[in-house]
């Protein structure tokens, strides 16, 4: 009797653990996959060039006729300059502007009555107004060099003409000058020598530019 019972336990025991084993089996969960990350999209950055601004030339001259004065001064009536520069009186040769008879210094912008002083016995009927830049050593005239004629916004030159009304405005004055090494020699009233040059002809100058200025 004990036997049995012991073996029904036992049986039991060992159904209880069967089915203990098989009713529980265990289902693995499946991770969940992480979600994209959104990337943001690069937008291209492109590189403008700066944008250059040109400014407009505005160089001009206004001058009239007019007779010199007793202190061998014109006035310009206006000078409009996009740079420092100078505003130079030419003598007339061959019909264009020939020797540089005076300069006066001019701001960049505009500029009003222009006083120029210049060498009276240089002077033909017709004087030419031009523009030079300041473009070598600033303030110390330089031409023929740095200091060139400037120009419009046509390229072309700044130098109007202008009369001295009734011809020459005075007779040119000589005088007698003595040196102790050059001995007797001429002048005009202004006190500077004169000189005559081998390749003029009557009537005509053949000294200008770089000789005017020797």
């Known amino acids: 009797m004990n036997k049995r019972l012991g073996l029904l336990i036992g049986l039991i025991i060992v159904m209880l653990v069967l089915v203990a084993c098989g009713g529980s089996t265990a289902v693995p969960t499946a991770t969940p996959e992480p979600e994209p990350t959104a990337v943001p999209i690069q937008e291209e950055v492109v590189e403008e060039e700066p944008e250059v601004v040109e400014t407009a030339v505005t160089n001009a001259v206004t001058v009239s006729d ?92 700044v130098t109007p003409p202008f009369n001295l009304t009734g011809g020459l405005a005075a007779d040119p004055i000589i005088m007698l000058a003595e040196s102790s090494t050059l001995g007797s020699y001429l002048t005009d009233a202004a006190g500077m020598t004169l000189y005559t040059f081998s390749r003029d002809v009557p009537g005509t100058s053949n000294c200008y530019d770089q000789c005017a200025i020797a």
């Open 66 to 157: 007019q007779e010199l004065t007793a202190d061998n001064t014109v006035t310009i009536d206006s000078v409009t300059a996009d740079v420092a520069g100078w505003l130079v009186v030419h003598a007339q040769a061959d019909g264009k502007p020939g020797p540089i008879l005076g300069y006066a210094p001019v701001q960049a912008g505009d500029n009003s009555d222009v006083v120029v002083q210049i060498d009276p016995a240089g002077t033909t009927e017709t004087l030419y107004a031009m523009l030079h830049v300041d473009a070598g050593t600033i303030g110390e005239y330089e031409f023929p060099g740095d200091d060139g004629p400037a120009t419009d916004a046509a390229g072309s030159i």
